[in-house]
């Protein structure tokens, strides 16, 4: 387990996240593809949920909360974009600050909640990147059914 590894794909997941979805603006909040499904908004509230989800999970003798339906009415209850990535702003900081302040041995003891018992604690950080990239892949999806065209994740725009 290396923290600056972790750190460094934290880094990047957030990077990549906002890089991508950079195309969606606060207007474009309550925008869904179809109906039922999550909005621009509530896409980018998931993600910051789910990020303290697994820190929640991984830290707490209650292990992880499986109330989903309660997750689900609070990602769909915020309805501005702006306010959206202030909470995934939020999430990404205390994930930082929960791989830096905790010890190796911490974040490589075993987890015993039923469902991740065994898994590392510190992979909780690759989870949230595969989870975190595949929300961003969506609001890629959302961005062409508006019109727009994402940024590439990877690295800025070059200019011609």
Known sequence: MDQKLLLNEIAATKDHFYRSTRVLKEEHSGHAPAPGMYSVAAQVTHVA???????????????FDMNFAEHDRQAKAVTSLAAARKQLDAA????RKFVESNTDAYLDEALTDPLFNGM???????SI??????HRGALT???R????????PYMEPQPA
Do not use: C, Q
Not at 129 to 134: D, L, N, W
């Open 49 to 63: 949920l789910t990020i303290n989800w697994f820190i929640d999970g991984a830290t707490t003798s209650k292990g």
């Open 92 to 95: 990404f900081e205390r994930l």
């Open 120 to 126: 590392r604690r510190y992979r909780i950080v690759p």
């Open 129 to 134: 990147v595969e989870h975190t990239s595949h």
């Open 141 to 143: 999806v959302y961005s």
């Open 145 to 152: 059914t508006l019109g727009l065209v994402p940024i590439m």
